[in-house]
């Protein structure tokens, strides 16, 4: 856990950043949060479960052999980034930006290389 912990701290000292979480997809519960004051990181990430579910479910319909590789909401004054896991099947790294004080490529760029290096143990 303490290595989890220093992954999504990595996440949440970006510039901008509000919180970073790992996820269960299949139930939407938190497995490792991080979160700014004012941000309940895991209503966050139990809701947004269901935006990642909805998509693989869309996938999977169309038959087209694509995988997710991340999904990016943009709203007014948030970006919000999920990303599966692909060491560790139905689990994904989630992470909340400012709009107006975060890089989202930077942001973007240092979800992936949480999620590369989450290992099964």
Known sequence: MAEMEKLLDGL?????ALGAA???????????????AGLDIEIAAAAITDVLRANMK???LMATGDEVEDILISLSKQYHILRPVKAV????????LDRRNGNL??????VTDVEEAIVIL
Do not use: P, T
């Open 22 to 36: 790992l996820v269960d997809a299949r139930n939407g519960m938190l497995l490792h949060g991080v979160g700014s």
């Open 105 to 110: 490529a930077l942001a973007r760029r240092k």
């Open 89 to 96: 099947d139905g689990v994904f790294v989630y992470a909340i």
């Open 12 to 16: 949440v000292n970006l510039d901008g």
């Open 58 to 60: 869309m996938l999977k």
